[in-house]
């Protein structure tokens, strides 16, 4: 499998990052350890979560993601093996220093490790100085707990605000980006933050990229919503352009008897920029079939159709 350069972050990662959101939420702990060990031995190398998952879930206070992946490294031994990106910045304090400082002690504790690969902020906190977060990302790096930064939900003004603010002050700057990016959520990603991303040689790993499951095809009616915990969210991509896409997947789908999960997160790989993106799986037979992805070879022509079938 080959390995891309994650930006200027200095790491490198296969092409596809496993999300962890499920861990400890629709995914148990047996289920995600035997998705772990099954995206692990197909090669996956970097695996995403945050301090916040899954504190939306009645009686969840956030981090349960994170013990989940804790448990299993120490289980497997596999730390070594895999890059661990966690995030900070959704919960009370945001990105206030105290708050980060405090924040990555509890995640390395529940990750059981004395390093975090990548450290996201994982939303703008326009209450808090910008030098002053990149400060506290500073001391992380210079103590050896954090490897490289990224920001999550950033728009292109911020983000250039918090590069030029790194520079300025000679402190590290966001070298990863992680927003919403798929077939039918394009607006907050295309345009000017990918123009920024790409001149400023900072590697994209997209969440969502299967638009929590709609682009599977899992989801073709109002029927159909409950599937899953996920399922109230698709009304919105059922009545606008979700259905044009899925035709246009289907068409391709038939050409190349690839998944419709396969060819969005193809799709995704192709964009400018995008050095892998994000999928979850609660089950090994998903990872497989995500996995799968990068067998996938989508002509010029599919692309251009894919992606007019979502304007």
């Known amino acids: 499998m080959q390995h891309r350069a994650l930006g200027a972050s200095g790491l490198t990662i296969a092409p596809l990052v496993l999300g962890g959101n499920v861990f400890g939420w629709t995914a148990d702990r047996a289920t995600s350890f035997a998705v772990l060990d099954a995206f692990v031995g197909a090669g996956g190398t970097m695996i995403d979560t945050a301090d916040v998952y899954s504190a939306w879930v009645d009686r969840h206070k956030g981090g349960e993601s994170e013990t989940v992946i804790g448990e299993w490294l120490k289980q497997s031994g596999k730390r070594d093996d895999v890059l661990i990106a966690t995030k900070v910045g959704m919960m009370p304090g945001g990105l206030q220093p105290e708050t980060i400082e405090r924040a990555v002690e ?3 504790k529940r990750l059981g490790t004395d390093r975090i690969d990548l450290y996201f902020a994982h939303k703008d906190d326009a209450e808090t100085p910008i030098d002053a977060t990149l400060e506290a990302f500073s001391r992380l790096i210079d103590a050896g707990k954090v490897r490289s930064i990224g920001a999550s939900n950033y728009s292109a003004m911020r983000l ?3 590069l030029d603010a790194a520079k300025a002050s000679s402190l590290p700057h966001y070298t990863v980006l992680q927003p919403e990016y798929n077939l039918v959520s394009r607006t907050g990603f295309e345009g000017e933050l990918q123009d920024l991303a790409v001149t400023q040689n900072i590697g994209v790993i997209p969440y969502y990229g299967l638009a929590s499951g709609y682009l599977t095809g899992k989801y073709r009616s109002s029927d159909d919503f409950g599937k899953s915990v996920r399922g109230g969210g698709m009304a919105k991509l059922l009545e606008g352009k979700g259905g044009k896409v899925l035709a246009e997947m289907d068409a ?11 060819i969005a997160l193809a799709w995704l790989a192709a964009q400018d920029g ?3 993106p994000i999928a979850s799986a609660t089950s090994v037979d998903q990872v497989t079939e995500l996995m799968g992805y990068l067998s996938v070879d989508l002509s010029r022509d599919q692309i251009d159709r894919l992606t007019n079938a979502g304007i």
């Open 160 to 162: 250039k605000a918090a």
């Open 274 to 276: 995008v050095t892998a």
């Open 252 to 262: 391709v789908a038939a050409d190349t008897g690839a998944t419709l999960a396969q």
């Open 106 to 108: 509890g995640s390395l």
